[in-house]
Nanobody, 124 residues
């Protein structure tokens, strides 16, 4: 069973930065594409960023391009989301997800394992 545990959320002022981390159990981490999703109160879960198994391909939703960076360390079984220039509209619970497939995906339904989430709150 694969388990994902997010950390690094918190309260930050607009313009600030946070770094989310996700620790993944399992022996085949490098074969999983990883993704970050978020869900704001009263809204549906939305895609934020994804990275392929090798880390060679990354994709972002338009609203975070140039501000967020997804990365992974296959030796440590971790994936990170560096968030800069945060805005109040980035406030949400952020979820890490793993896909049992090498290629990344924008769709939450393509992911097989999910963490419990970490709260990010950006004050104006």
């Amino acid at each position: 069973q694969v388990q994902l545990v997010e950390s690094g959320g918190g309260l930050v002022q607009a313009g600030g930065s946070l770094r989310l981390s996700c620790a993944v159990s399992g022996r085949t981490f490098s074969s999983y594409a990883m993704g970050w999703f978020r869900q704001a109160p009263g809204k549906e879960r939305e895609f934020v960023a994804t990275i392929s198994g090798s880390g060679g391909a990354t994709y972002y939703t338009n609203s975070v391009k140039g501000r967020f960076t997804i990365s992974r360390d296959n030796a440590k079984n971790t994936v990170a989301l560096q968030m800069n220039s945060l805005k109040p509209e980035d406030t949400a619970v952020y979820f890490c997800a793993a896909r049992r497939f090498y290629s990344s995906s924008y769709y939450g339904s393509d992911y097989d394992y999910w963490g419990l989430g970490t709260q990010v709150t950006v004050s104006s």
